[in-house]
């Protein structure tokens, strides 16, 4: 698309719901991806909680639903290594080219956080992952831990446990942070272990994960679990850094925004996980998505 009017620059539910919008309100809307559609959800297996849906539907199924449905109304997919914002004029620029759009919504997500533990990214892919559904397969049958005690963290223990022969479910306090529901189907299943209480303190093994050290936080005690594969899910860290210094961001590096979703440049909004919320869900997204782009049009509208 060689002159878009919107730009939305990330293909997880906020980016592909701002394009159906923004596509079906009638302007040329290009989505740029440096991934694959899907965003976070296509790290999940399934999904249970998103509306209109009686049986868990396949993530993956879903996000590509929605990728049709864009691509239906006329939004055009493009991925690309790399993209920064410019302003006045507005510029997006990529590996690929620079366009300047009319509008654009910063939809780019986030990436799981680190343990910063030595020897992490020297194991990671080689027992240390950071996504069940896409490593999951490779330890059947084998001793694998979970950290983190949101709902990421237990839906995918509760994952592995399908696969694996037993999963260590270790978190920081004695409660979870997760939904009730996904608690209560984590403790029936009898091979899962809670590790409560406890940090995970390092990682044993040179070439491949061996065993991890967790420390409790009560008493300071250490010790070596056994475990072929070691998942982590502590957190986000959104994707800003190629909009840093131009849009004005929190400590923690998401966009900050106003109840329209405008960030504190003219024209430029910002939906999804990667903006400042107290809830990231796919139904929260996709809602962002669509008044991200109709707030869009509304801008685009007055220019002209």
């Known amino acids: 698309m060689d002159n878009p009017e919107v730009v939305v620059v990330g293909a997880g539910p906020a980016g592909l719901t701002a394009g159906i919008y923004s596509a079906r309100a009638g302007h040329a809307t290009l989505i740029l991806e440096r991934a694959m559609p899907g965003g976070q959800v296509a790290n999940t297996p399934e999904v249970e909680n998103y509306p209109g849906f009686v ?18 109304h006329g939004a055009e997919i493009k991925l690309v290594a790399a993209a920064a914002l410019r302003t006045d004029p507005l510029v997006v620029e990529t590996s690929d080219g620079s366009h300047r759009p009319d509008a654009v919504i910063i939809a780019s997500g986030v990436r799981s956080k680190e343990l910063d533990l030595p020897g992490e990214k020297k194991l990671r892919g080689r027992g240390v992952s950071y996504c069940a559904v896409c490593d999951g397969a490779f330890f059947k049958g084998r001793e694998v831990a979970v ?11 509760l994952y592995l ?50 065993a991890v050290e967790v420390e409790s936080r009560k008493d300071g005690a250490k010790r070596d679990i056994p475990v072929a594969g070691l998942f982590v899910y502590v957190g986000s860290v959104p994707h800003t850094d190629w909009c840093r210094g131009v849009i004005e961001l929190d400590d923690a590096g998401f966009v ?8 504190n440049v003219p024209g ?11 809830l990231r869900q796919i139904a929260t997204a996709v809602g962002d ?16």
Do not use: W
């Not at 949101?150 to 223990?157: I, Q, T, V, Y």
């Open 289 to 304: 998505g669509a008044l991200a782009a109709m707030m869009a049009h509304e801008y685009i509208t007055g220019l002209h």
């Open 147 to 157: 950290v983190g005690g949101g709902d990421s963290a237990l839906d995918e223990a």
């Open 55 to 72: 049986e868990p539907v396949v993530a993956v199924e879903l996000t590509q639903a929605m990728q049709g449905q864009a691509e239906r």
């Open 256 to 263: 900050l925004c106003n109840d329209r979703l405008a960030t």
């Open 161 to 210: 446990a399908g696969i694996c022969s037993k999963v260590y479910l270790i978190h920081r306090r004695d409660e979870f942070r997760a939904v009730k529901a996904a608690e209560v189907r984590v403790r029936a299943r009898n091979n899962i272990e809670l590790v409560l209480s406890h940090v995970v303190s390092a990682l044993r093994g040179t070439g491949r994960l061996e």
């Open 268 to 278: 430029v909004f910002v939906a999804g996980d990667v903006r400042v919320s107290r």
